[in-house]
């Protein structure tokens, strides 16, 4: 049974430190997404890839947070220094877009989420 | 186990109709409730947070409601464009954390 793998489960850290989340997509999908989860403002899109190439990092505040593509079976998000205001369940899901043909059918899984909490 | 349905799976509309998506859950313990558009091959969009506590939100043509009693919510477009043509999805945050519906294809034809 496929699905998609995010590790740490939990992080606990404190202001100012690096955090480092991980995502392993779907063998064989080409699509990954980055979403974060908060109360207040419910699931945000922060970044995607396709075929490992940056599509739209918009979403995504640019000078403490990245996002990366090592290789096809590991995606990053890496936020350094960390604020408290960070903390949020951060989601990674994964689909495949065929033939370069993106069809209203296709589906993102996700990940179980990282748990995030910055003191 | 939360369960979230929508109704219908699938719309086509002419131009400058108005619509309304329905969106129902099994379990009234929720946080809170929000409307994603989906476009194909691209990442969810968030059109709508309702809290828990709300009965309504709006922007631009957009409408939710949410009634946690009944474990229903709809979000009515106004005056439909074919740029609102998206697969539309709601999703229930609560103890089971996030859980998706199944979506709604829309389609808008001139």
């Known amino acids: 049974d496929a699905r998609v793998t995010q590790t740490p489960r939990h992080k606990v850290t404190e202001m100012g430190q690096e955090v480092t989340m991980r995502c392993q997509p779907i063998?064989?999908?080409?699509?990954v997404f980055w979403y974060r989860q908060t109360m207040m403002q419910g699931l945000e899109l922060l970044a995607y890839?396709?075929?490992?190439?940056?599509?739209?990092d918009s979403g995504m505040p640019k000078d403490r947070f990245s996002a990366e593509m090592p290789d096809a079976t590991l995606a990053t998000l890496k936020i350094q220094p960390s604020e408290p205001r960070d903390s949020a369940v951060y989601f990674c899901a994964s689909g495949l877009v065929r033939d370069g043909l993106a069809r209203p059918e296709d589906t993102q899984y996700f990940g179980p989420g990282t748990r995030l909490t910055v003191l | 186990k939360q369960e979230v349905t929508q109704i219908p799976a699938a719309l086509s509309v002419p131009e400058g109709e108005n619509l309304v998506l329905n969106c129902s859950f099994t379990d009234s313990a929720i946080y809170n409730l929000q409307w994603f558009r989906q476009d194909p091959g691209k990442g969810l969009t968030s059109l709508l947070l309702?809290?828990?506590?709300?009965r309504e939100q709006t922007s631009g043509r957009l409408n939710a409601s949410l009634d946690k009693s009944s474990g229903r919510s709809t979000l009515y477009i106004a005056a439909s464009q074919p740029g609102d043509s998206a697969t539309y999805l709601c999703?229930?945050?609560?103890?089971?954390?996030?859980?998706f519906g199944t979506g709604t294809r829309l389609l808008v034809s001139p």
């Open positions: 890839f396709r075929n490992r190439a940056p599509l739209d």
């Open positions: 063998l064989g999908h080409n699509t």
């Open positions: 999703a229930v945050e609560g103890v089971q954390k996030l859980v």
């Open positions: 309702i809290q828990s506590s709300q």
